[in-house]
């Protein structure tokens, strides 16, 4: 499984548990802070097949089709070139893989109010 912009790494501790022994899983930022924060919280847990890299979701170090999962969650939105990370997702996914995205999309133009904005993200 692929975490893309894994952050502090949780989701792909998850995903670590939820793969079982025989998986593995690869967590991926472009932020060196976060991946060592997500080392960090790696070191508190037993799992052997969990690891973090640095890359960008717009050129991922992977084979094509080497991937049976990849996962995104609050990450798309702040790649410039979308379509770039989603061709690059697409690529290192095996045919019959599961690509899921938790992400913010907009539905109408965004507002110019800050405050409306800050509340998107917590609402
Ligand atoms: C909102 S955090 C989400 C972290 C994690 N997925 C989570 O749910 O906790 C966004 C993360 O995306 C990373 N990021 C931003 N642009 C990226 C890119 N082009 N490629 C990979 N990661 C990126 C940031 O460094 C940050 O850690």
Redesign the pocket.
Known sequence: ML?????????TLIAGMMVGREGWVVG????PE?LRRADENRTKTTFANVAFQE????SLPFPEACFDVVI????LN???DKLK?LEEAFRVLKPSGRFMI?DQVLITEPSDDIESQIDNWSG
């Open positions: 975490d893309i912009g894994c952050g502090a790494g949780v989701d991926i930022d472009i932020t976060m890359a960008s979701g717009e995104s969650n609050g990450v702040l790649i410039p990370a938790a």
